[in-house]
């Protein structure tokens, strides 16, 4: 009579299957993002030139670029691109997360990239593009799976690491381009990755599902 293996060795493959991918909770958040892309994209040059990573006027205390640089693009193809990685990242990371945890996590690796671009890479004058932080929503998405012994997450989150890897060690990036309309930074993508990782064991994001409110919870008086 066969036996039923234990859980703790049995390896996950339920994470592209998981029902939850269908549901507007699980969606609603990265939607409102994508419509915001489109929105900022749709302001044309002007917009980009006002909200792009821009070194000399963050200097001149233009902070705000710090965040909203990673928002706009160079154009629609890079956009379409960066809008197809933020539903790939909901198809693979399915994850019970709160609009609250999505501002959140989108602020602190937006700040966290651009803070490690202006520092570490003097010589980047301009930047644009939402890749870096999706990389790191990415991390924050498959590394859980990881640790319930999920082995696509495992997959993908090899191919991430490889990827990151190969563009570190060629300075080639796997994307063209040509197509996207100006040069890849490629320092964009580890430092989101870097930034999701100091995230994750701050915020404990990889150990438990993550909660933040824009509320302050009040407690409860006693009659």
Known sequence: ????????????????ADASQTSLRMWAAPL??????VLLELLG????????????????????????GNFVHLGWWHLFLNEMGLAVLVLLCPQPLSPAVWVRR????????????????PGLTTY??????IHGLF????VPQVLKKDLIALGCLLYLLGKLG???????????????????VLQAHLFGALSACV?????????????FSFKQEQGTVAP
């Open 1 to 16: 009579m066969n036996s039923e293996p234990q859980d703790g060795l049995k390896p996950n493959l339920s994470m592209i």
């Open 32 to 37: 409102c993002l994508m419509v915001l892309l």
């Open 128 to 133: 644009v593009g939402m890749s870096g932080v």
């Open 45 to 68: 040059d002007s917009g980009r030139e006002w909200l792009r990573y821009d070194r000399a006027l963050i200097a001149d205390g233009q902070w705000w670029r710090l965040v909203t």
């Open 139 to 142: 991390v924050l998405g498959l």
């Open 199 to 211: 995230y994750g064991a701050v915020f404990r994001a990889f150990t438990r599902v993550e909660k």
């Open 166 to 184: 190969w563009e570190i060690y060629s300075g080639t990036p796997v994307s063209d381009a040509r197509e996207i309309g100006g040069a890849v």
């Open 106 to 121: 989108l602020l602190i690796l937006s700040i966290s990239l651009s803070l490690g671009l202006y520092f570490l890479v």
